[in-house]
C-alpha cells in the first residue's frame, strides 16, 4: 500500500448543518396565544407550531412574530424551502429591525445554507450579525458563519469540489495534495453510498484543518461531528 498523501494527524470538521388574534383584539387577549406557540416551540411540537400559527396568521397575515415562529419551526423541522418565505416576510414587516428580524436572519441563512446556497445563507447571517439586535442573535448567527465555512478567514482557503463534496482545506496545509485527497473520499462515498442505496441533495462541504488543536485554536469546537440537517 503507497503512503498517504496528507498528514496522519489529520482532522476534518463537516460543515455538514407577539401579538395573536383579531385585529379588534385586545393585546392583552393575544399573549396566551402566543406563549403557547412559544412553548409547543421550546418543547419541538414543530408541526403543531406550523398548524396552530398558519391558523392564526389567516387572521393577521401581516404579524411578523407568528411569521417567525413558522419559518423557525420549519427550519428546525428540516422543511427548509417552505420556512423561506415566513422568514423573509418576518424580516419584511418588521420595520424597526428588532430581535424579529435578528433571529429571522439567523434561521434564514440556516435554510439557505441547507439548500445548498451559500452566498445567500451568507447574507442573511452577516445582516444578522450586523443589526446587533440582541446578544444572543449576534453570537449565534457569527457561530453559524463560522461553522459553515462563511466568515471572512475562509476566503484564503483552496477549495477542490467533486461529484459529491466541497473540500476547503486550511492554508497551513499546502504540502497536501488537494486534489488527490478530494477524490480518494469521493470515490470512497461513491462505494458506501451504492451499498446503502443513498444519495445527497447537494454536495456536501468538508472544511479541512491540520489539526483539532488548530481549529479550536480559532475559536471552533473539536471537529470531527457533522451537522447533517445542513448537508
Not at 424551502?81 to 424579529?100: F, G, K, N, Q
Not at 476566503?155 to 485527497?181: G, I, K, M, N
Request: hydrophobic share 45%; net charge neutral; charged share 20%.
Amino acid at each position: 500500500m503507497s503512503p498517504p498523501l496528507w498528514p496522519r494527524r489529520l482532522f476534518v470538521a463537516l460543515a455538514g448543518l407577539v401579538l395573536i388574534g383579531s385585529a379588534a383584539r385586545p393585546a392583552a387577549a393575544q399573549a396566551p396565544a402566543v406563549d403557547a406557540l412559544w412553548q409547543q416551540y421550546q418543547q419541538g411540537r414543530f408541526g403543531q407550531v406550523v398548524d396552530e400559527g398558519m391558523a392564526l396568521l389567516a387572521e393577521r397575515p401581516g404579524d411578523p412574530t407568528l411569521h417567525l415562529v413558522i419559518g423557525r419551526a420549519l427550519v428546525d423541522d428540516g422543511q427548509h424551502a417552505r420556512s423561506m418565505s415566513h422568514l423573509e416576510r418576518a424580516d419584511a414587516v418588521d420595520a424597526e429591525d428588532t430581535w424579529i428580524t435578528a433571529w429571522a436572519l439567523n434561521f434564514l441563512g440556516k435554510a439557505h445554507f441547507a439548500e445548498g446556497q451559500p452566498a445567500a445563507a451568507r447574507s442573511a447571517l452577516r445582516r444578522s450579525v450586523d443589526l446587533r439586535a440582541t446578544r444572543n442573535a449576534t453570537r449565534s448567527s457569527a457561530r453559524w458563519l463560522e461553522t459553515f465555512g462563511l466568515s471572512p478567514r475562509y476566503d484564503a482557503w483552496a477549495t477542490v469540489e467533486t461529484e459529491h463534496f466541497v473540500f476547503h482545506f486550511a492554508p497551513s496545509l499546502q504540502e497536501v495534495d488537494h486534489a488527490a485527497f478530494a477524490k480518494r473520499r469521493d470515490a470512497a462515498f461513491q462505494e458506501i453510498a451504492a451499498f446503502f442505496g443513498a444519495t445527497l441533495p447537494h454536495p456536501a462541504r468538508f472544511f479541512v484543518w491540520r489539526s483539532n488543536e488548530e481549529a479550536q485554536a480559532a475559536g471552533l469546537p473539536p471537529l470531527g461531528f457533522a451537522r447533517p440537517a445542513y448537508h
